[in-house]
């Protein structure tokens, strides 16, 4: 099993940019989410989705966007990229809800300038 | 928003020595996780403890909830150079969702 995956690793954007963060799982984890990790700030829920179809938002979610046509995939959408949004963004899932032990991609390191 | 205080924020000690870390909250969490993460990866489950006054131990780890569920220790025996990471608690205050505190950043001089 390749657990998490997410691409790219890194990327570089220009303020107004989108983009499209990947991530998949085949653990056929019905729980899927998207953090962003600041310094000093932890890890921020942004979206996540309990299954296939349905999908909810976080604690910071402005200008971002999610769908999860089929349980292995959740891309992150950056709508108009801004330098607020330069950070480290894991995506993770989970066997049922999101207090369940989470598994981490190795994350994306996107800087917007 | 629950928040969720690790302390401290930093720590470097030697390899050998016992150390502690921290997570507060003035909330209850209904369970409460910890994950350790190293440099560009993603965080990775150490333990979850969910009955207040809990105490789990793993190899050199002791977890530790606190029995009125606001509060959690985790103590590492002669620390280990492979110790070294980001320590970051993560509650559920009975939404489904996971809060994560801070970190504490350990290092570990070998």
């Known amino acids: 099993n390749a657990g998490v995956t997410q691409t790219p690793k890194f990327q570089v954007l220009k303020t107004g940019q989108s983009m499209t963060l990947q991530c998949a799982q085949d653990?056929?984890?019905?729980?899927m989410s998207w953090y962003r990790q600041d310094p000093g700030m932890g890890l921020r829920l942004i979206h996540y989705?309990?299954?296939?179809?349905?999908?909810d938002q976080g604690e910071v979610p402005n200008g971002y966007n999610v769908s999860r046509s089929t349980t292995e995939d959740f891309p992150l959408r950056l709508l108009s990229a801004a330098p607020s949004q330069t950070s480290v963004y894991f995506c993770?899932?989970?066997?049922?809800?999101?207090?369940?032990?989470?598994?981490f991609g190795p994350g994306t390191r996107l800087t917007v300038t | 928003t629950q928040l969720l205080e690790q302390s401290p924020q930093f720590l470097s000690i030697q390899e050998g020595e016992n150390l502690t870390v921290y997570c507060n909250s003035s909330s209850v969490f209904s369970s409460l996780q910890w994950y350790r993460q190293e440099p560009g990866e993603g965080p990775v489950l150490l333990v979850t403890?969910?009955?207040?006054?809990e105490v789990k131990k793993l190899k050199r780890l002791t977890l530790q909830f606190g029995d009125a569920r606001k509060d959690s220790s985790l103590h590492i025996t002669a620390a280990q150079p492979g110790d070294t990471g980001l320590y970051l608690c993560a509650g559920d205050f009975g939404n489904e969702k996971l809060t994560f505190g801070t970190g504490t950043r350990l290092t570990i001089i070998p």
């Open positions: 989705s309990v299954g296939a179809g349905i999908t």
């Open positions: 403890v969910v009955t207040g006054g």
């Open positions: 653990m056929n984890h019905e729980y």
């Open positions: 993770a899932s989970s066997r049922t809800t999101g207090n369940y032990e989470q598994y």
